[in-house]
């Protein structure tokens, strides 16, 4: 990696990465993002149950699925192979939590479009951190909040709403 075209705060997050993976604290967040706002239970609806929800959700996984194809089509997302996927269709059955190994904001489109003809229907729930959620502008923004997203938070009744959702989640994906 040429480290003289990166940022300088991109810098910062990758030493801090690094010195992050010798100690082992693989659960603490590395960026230095501005404070969120809270995520409180009126402000998401999980499990979409709200027509604007609905609405919202079909928009912006239409507009994300065109967007992203197109940038693998001009070859500015590559994606460079895929193994394991023998595993999926069965995996799939029982419902899954299939998990990110890297933070880009275009991670779980490339996941989704890896393993989406293995998914029963068709879509893939993405877990997102609370900041991404509440704090993203724009079109990602739009995204992160529209496309099968599963926000975490610190508001604790909202956890739980997380938490049933996704249980309900997994339940239906069999």
Do not use: Q
Request: hydrophobic content about 35%; aromatic content about 12%.
């Amino acid at each position: 990696m040429d480290e003289t075209k990166i940022a300088p705060d991109r810098l910062e997050v990758l030493a801090k990465i690094r010195e992050y993976e010798k100690a082992g604290r693989f659960d603490e967040d590395v960026e230095n993002d501005p404070e969120a706002p809270e995520l409180t239970p009126d402000k998401v609806d999980y499990l979409c149950k709200k027509l604007s929800s609905k609405i919202s959700r079909k928009i912006a996984n239409f507009c994300a699925d065109h967007y992203f194809l197109k940038l693998i089509k001009k070859d500015i997302l590559v994606i460079d192979g895929v193994t394991g996927t023998e595993y999926l269709e069965e995996g799939m059955k029982n419902g899954a939590i299939i998990t990110c190994n890297h933070f880009h904001a275009f991670d779980n489109y490339v996941v989704f479009h890896c393993i989406r003809k293995y998914l029963p229907k068709k879509y893939l729930y993405k877990i997102i951190r609370e900041g991404n959620y509440t704090n993203f502008p724009g079109l990602y923004g739009f995204f992160f909040r529209h496309c099968n997203t599963l926000p975490l938070s610190r508001n604790r009744r909202t956890m739980i709403n997380f938490m049933s959702a996704t249980n309900t989640l997994l339940k239906t994906a069999k």
